[in-house]
């Protein structure tokens, strides 16, 4: 078991799984499962014909990686802002984990 962590750098499922891979060296543990790393190669394909059922292969990779339990995380970071009654349009993005500057105003 490793402990370890990462952040997509786009909001899709294949970004976090192709890191699982077993040609994938910066996965620490060396966990290595052939079974999913045929899932993988299905869903990345199938995501282009069929997204719908892409996204049910991948929640099956899921499923299958959590049970093989090869990694742990330890927390979820959790950000809190404060903003006055001035500001308005305030929007918070969980892909960029920051507000919107530019999509706030300020009275």
Known sequence: MASTGWGADYPAASTFFSRLRCDAP???GG???PRIDDM???ATKLQLEDPAAA???WAKIDR????????MWVYNPIAIEFVSERVGNYQWSPQ???ELLNQLWVQ
Do not use: E, K, M, Y
Request: hydrophobic share 50%; with cysteine; proline share 9%.
């Open 40 to 42: 993988i190669d299905r």
């Open 26 to 28: 910066q996965f620490p």
């Open 31 to 33: 966990f290595c499962s």
């Open 96 to 98: 960029w984990t920051s």
């Open 64 to 71: 299958a990686f959590v049970d093989q339990a090869p990694a």
């Open 55 to 57: 996204g049910a292969l």
